[in-house]
């Protein structure tokens, strides 16, 4: 639970973890923090997201867009 019913930021308005991300340290007292798999193909909140954590493709390890490449479609549900 990470204290909201928003979609979109990890956590569904259900309790469940949403497609391309990982959450960590929720307590009853505390929410959760949900944070984008950078290298799994899923497109989610990062500049792109080509599948693998390989620089020098288009898209790097971190999941943003390299120098002299333009990063379009992709979603949280697929390439």
């Known amino acids: 639970d990470d ?7 990890g956590c ?7 497609p ?3 959450c960590v340290g929720g ?5 959760d923090f ?3 798999i950078c290298g799994d193909g899923l497109r989610v909140l990062e500049e792109c997201d080509d599948g693998n ?3 020098g493709d288009g898209c790097s390890a971190r999941c943003t867009v390299e ?3 333009i ?4 979603s949280q549900f697929g390439a």
Do not use: K
């Open 27 to 31: 307590t009853h007292n505390l929410r």
């Open 34 to 36: 949900c944070h984008a």
């Open 71 to 74: 990063c379009s479609g992709g």
């Open 67 to 69: 120098p002299g490449y």
């Open 20 to 22: 391309g991300f990982f």
């Open 12 to 18: 569904m308005a259900n309790c469940t973890v949403e």
């Open 53 to 55: 954590r390989i620089s």
């Open 3 to 9: 204290g909201n019913t928003d979609s979109g930021d």
